[in-house]
């Protein structure tokens, strides 16, 4: 088992009258630099100066040969600047090694050099330091340096590596960057597995895939670092006080207590923080909406609080308001302040065991692994992913044997096809009614290894993704190389490449998409049911067409032959009917959605009748694929299947009937009016979120 290691990050005050002081936090285990100071640890200003050490172009033994460095520390530094309003300026610099601890030398520096004194910074550590100098009285950070361990060693006193290209048994040079760059920015650890400024690294090669989440930062770490540095416009916050009230007549503050936020409607977390010494907490820079808000114990506290209590939720319910400050207190009562039985410790896959968050895909099953005190008395039933995203099966609970000291359990959990990036924590009750949460233990990160903003800018990137959306396989690398060759030619041309790609986009739905399975999906079900498909029916039978064996045609027929024997359709259509009466069923329900009369396919229909299933699916199939049917149909399936492929969700009504009437004034087959409703689409916040969250499109690119 490959465990993951914790980094440190030491502060320093600036000098002042007498000698300077510090203090130092080691794994989280000791005082954060919140508690220390009067006011938050930031930069007094937005524009931020690093110098990369010359260090950086001739790296020691410690780091892999050919490794990208200096790439690594400029994109771990660009993706914190995109989620706030922090500008780096990097210069180069002559100097190898971090500043004494006793002051600074004003240059904030990043460096990987092996020298004596960096070695020594970085004795207690694995992957590297970051020593902080600041105000003590206004927290103004005026120099930052990062260095990254020249002699890293595993726990047994192996020699270690980094690299950039997720070699197995290494670690992620641009993960360590991104990691420390956060403290350099004044944060601290966080409690939340996913995210990067959780305390903990893992090796590439953790469950057996490359551990290249810590490169990108997740929403908790978005809400951290814009509390200090902005936008913060229209943004609300959620604040408030835990107290411990179990004695009578005497109130004590939850002091160093993890307090985290999750959204209702999604699941994600999206913020996190600590209960300062009087109990007191602030969630800044929250999206308005409603908020789920927990609090668990800090294990790693030197607060008296740390065990002290069980894991809680505060409200299942916060309203959160632009501009404005909610307020939930919290009175801790019994049974919270008993002591805990129930202790997550680990999660895991493929039989492998980690204090890190696990990678999940969307539309993917997973066998999740649960291991801590007290696991083994947890229900199937009661483990749970607050998300709609989510679905976990309860029957396939099962006792794990990984030579562990506490029990380990599995249960299987499916990703829905649309889940988007984000966090998502488990939940868990045991029988005795106590609970317990791994906080962002599942990540979805669809662009982990991509350096853009939003993974759908990068060429591949896109391509694959249409495939997989559109055409329901992965492009072979001859496609995504010509295809990402004619994007590549528009060079820095925003309004060439957003052509191109709408021209891609728009030729896989309509010349591969429609005619091959949507339309006649649509069909099939408006015919048969009564009822436009769902997107998981539309899902199921799409990869029952392209799965087949044979022609799309006999895909589709096979099908249909399914279709008939299902429980809705034979009790709209009983078996007991005739040759003409079931023809005549199927040409009223074709009427009674389209107008469209096909009585003079009457005579044709009844002849394919047979008296088995087989004929009664060439009827269906036929009478759906009539020219007049499917230009009948042609536009509630155009935009019901963008829904399914781009949003991989089910339609809500306003918005289906908004783009149906849209098309409804437009010639049928309108190129015009397909790229600029695929262009909607594909511009829209919904559709890139579910790979990033930052979107670097707007509706405004569409010309309407």
Sequence with gaps: MNHPVSFIVTLALLAGIGAPGRFETRDSYELEPATQTVRRIKWPKRTIEIAFSNSLLSPGSNIKTGSDIVGAARRALARWSSMTNVNFVVSWSAATSVSPASGGDGISLITIADSFENESFNADSTTGRTRVFFDSETGAIAEADVCINPRPRSEEGADLQFSTDGSPGTYDLEATFTHEIGHLLGLDHSAVLASTMQSRQAFNGTFGLPALTERTLSEDDRQRVRSLYGPKVRLGRIEGRLVDDRLPNIASPLDSVNVWAENVATGRVVASGVTAE????????????????????????????????????????????????????????????????????????????????????????????????????????????????????????????????????????????????????????????????????????????????????????????????????????????????????????????????????????????????????????????????????????????????????????????????????????????????????????????????????????????????????????????????????????????????????????????????????KPLHDPDSARSMVCAFLTSAEYQNRFGMVTTHNGGECGN
């Excluded at 982990?448 to 055409?471: C, E, G, K, T």
């Design 278 to 665: 009087d109990g007191t907490y602030k969630l800044d820079g929250l999206t308005p909406g409603q908020y789920r808000l927990v609090a668990t114990p800090r294990e790693d506290s030197a607060s008296n609080n740390a065990q002290r209590f069980r894991s809680f939720e505060i409200s299942n319910q916060v309203n959160v308001k632009p501009e404005l400050a909610t307020t939930v207190n919290y009175n801790l009562v019994s049974p919270q302040g008993s002591l805990p039985s129930l202790n997550p410790r680990m999660v895991g896959l493929n039989a492998e065991l980690s204090t890190v968050a696990l990678p999940v895909e969307a539309g993917k099953k997973i066998k999740l692994y649960l291991a801590g005190e007290g696991i083994d008395q947890v229900p199937g039933a009661n483990i749970a992913i607050n998300s709609p995203y989510f679905t976990v099966d309860p029957s396939s609970l099962s006792r794990e044997q990984l030579g562990t000291s506490f029990p380990v359990v599995s249960i299987e959990v499916t990703a829905a096809a649309n889940a988007p990036f984000g966090d998502y924590s488990i939940k868990l009750q045991s029988t005795s009614g106590e609970t317990a949460f791994f906080p962002g233990a599942l990540t979805i990160d669809p662009g982990v290894s991509l350096s853009v903003s939003n993974p759908i800018d990068d060429h591949r990137f896109f391509i694959a993704q249409h495939y997989a959306d559109l055409i329901g396989r992965e492009p072979d690398q001859a496609t995504i190389e010509k295809l990402s060759a004619q994007l590549s030619q528009c060079g820095t041309r925003a309004d060439c490449l957003r052509a191109r790609r709408l021209d891609l986009s728009t030729s896989l739905l309509i010349q591969n998409e429609l005619p091959s399975t949507g339309l006649f999906l649509h069909g099939l079900y408006t015919t048969g049911l009564g009822r436009r498909p769902r997107f998981a029916e539309y899902e199921m039978d799409r990869n029952a067409i392209l799965n087949h064996n044979s022609e799309a045609a006999d895909g589709r027929l096979a099908l249909a032959l399914a279709f008939v024997q299902r429980p809705e359709f034979e009790r709209k259509y009983p078996a007991s009917l005739k040759a003409g009466e079931f023809v005549d069923q199927v040409l009223s329900a074709i009427n009674q959605t389209t107008n469209i009369d096909l009585k003079t396919e009457r005579s044709t229909l009844i002849g394919l009748f047979d008296g088995t299933n087989a004929g009664r699916a060439a009827i269906l199939e036929r009478s759906i694929s009539q020219p007049r049917v499917v230009d009948a149909q042609y536009n509630q399936a155009f935009v019901l299947v963008q829904y399914f492929s781009y949003l991989r969700r089910d339609p809500d009504d306003t918005g289906l009937n908004f783009w149906v009437n849209v098309l409804k004034n």
